[in-house]
């Protein structure tokens, strides 16, 4: 008899084969399938509600372009075909079970739960992979870019796109010359810029024991288990780092980037690299996926809060500045495919600059943490909720140089 798994994807096949050896996840997945049926059932929008579908839609999926993940045709921007395809993508393993309660996850879904969890990090690599072939990407492609404002590609910002050959290089896409984003008083090493193109979320200050301290929405979460150490300690954000504890009494910050902004950052101070790594995590959404059957769109919760950082995939920087003390640079994954990588020649000893590249994140979402100490005096003076580009004044520091 013929195996039916030989008409799948290697991908789905890893997943069927877990689910055989696991009943009780199988369990698990058929019932965040239902919920998610009932929430939206729209095959348009969510097309796997049933766990057939699912696999057909991982086969598909693991080949598919951003724009394409999502079968609805009622999107006709390209930005939020590409937006709601993400929000499609992790709809099924977001989706909150009763039996997950209690177990200290950031959110009570398969995201977060062992072998899932691990076969979702596998399935986003996988789709990450595609988006490095020359199938990813062509002169269609750059049209259909092209004729979106949202993306900017006709201002004379980005190189040329003649050195575009996938996806991920464009999405990677370097700027034309450094004179497009010019760094906000180059002499004045008191001002803090903006390390990408990005919205600033806020400002937080870190207690005496190195944990953030939150705010009520925070603490709350909407029903989300942000309280706990693992959440908002500065350690594990940093894991594994020499300097975790050194932020005791500080600042912390971050800021967001969007699906069309420019993804490579760019050191937001100056000084001297101390320390350079990667921490592996969940490639999960960064905050939880909802669909508004109102709307008609799928929505990320959450997202502007912090906790959700210090699960997901992402690496750090530690820079010593100096009179103004550490600072830690944090690139954070989110969504598939939470890529997160440093250029080569930043590693300890190097000596950098406000607006030097750091790195790139390749598809998926993206946000970047920044922790000061306590003696840098750090204030935000950009506008939370207010976009940015990479080299603008972001914030400034009272400690004197």
């Known amino acids: 008899m013929t195996d039916i798994r030989t008409k799948h994807a290697p991908i789905t096949d890893e997943l069927i084969e877990l689910l055989e050896r696991d009943p009780a996840l199988k369990q698990l997945l058929e019932r965040a399938i239902a919920k998610a049926a009932a929430a939206n059932p729209n095959r348009d929008t969510n097309p796997s509600q049933t766990l057939e579908e699912y696999f057909a839609f991982v086969d598909r999926v693991s080949a598919a372009l951003p724009w394409a993940v999502n079968p609805s045709g009622r999107y006709s921007s390209l930005y939020w075909r590409i937006d709601q395809g993400m929000g499609c993508f992790y709809f099924i393993g977001d989706q909150p079970l009763e039996e997950l309660e209690g177990l200290g996850y950031y959110h009570p879904s398969l995201m977060y739960h062992e072998p899932f969890r691990s076969w979702m990090n596998r399935f986003v690599a996988v789709c990450g992979q595609f988006l490095d072939t020359q199938d990813s990407w062509s002169e269609e492609y750059y049209r259909n870019a092209l004729a979106n404002p949202d993306f900017h590609l006709d201002d004379g910002t980005y190189e040329d796109p003649k050195n575009w050959r996938t996806f991920n290089d464009f999405f990677t896409r370097a700027l034309r010359d450094p004179s497009v984003r010019p760094v906000a008083s180059p002499e004045d090493e008191s001002v803090v810029v903006s390390p990408t193109d ?93 669909w508004y059957e109102d709307e008609g769109f799928y929505h990320q919760s959450y997202s502007d809060l912090y906790g959700w950082q210090s699960i997901e995939t992402r690496g750090y920087v530690i820079v010593d500045m100096g009179t103004s003390g550490l600072a830690a640079v944090v690139p954070v994954g989110m969504c598939q495919v939470s890529s997160v990588n440093f250029k080569e020649s930043v590693q300890p000893g190097a000596s950098v600059r406000r607006g030097d590249l750091l790195g790139m ?8 943490v920044m922790i000061f100490q306590k003696k840098a005096g750090f204030r935000l003076t950009a506008e939370p909720g207010k976009h940015l580009l990479m080299g603008q004044e972001y914030g400034r520091f009272s400690a004197s140089f």
């Open 361 to 368: 994140f390749k598809f998926g979402g993206s946000d970047i």
């Open 198 to 290: 990005a919205v600033p979320q806020g400002l937080w200050r870190i207690d005496e024991n190195s944990r953030v301290i939150l705010g009520e929405a925070e603490k709350e979460g909407g029903g989300i288990p942000v309280k706990t150490t693992s959440l908002s300690g500065i350690p594990d954000l940093l894991y594994g780092s020499r300097y975790a504890d050194a932020f005791a009494g500080g600042f912390l910050t971050h800021t967001f980037l969007d699906i069309n902004d420019y993804h490579r950052y760019h050191f937001p101070v100056s000084g001297t690299v101390l320390e350079r790594a990667l921490v592996p995590g969940a490639d999960a959404p960064g905050g939880v996926i909802r």
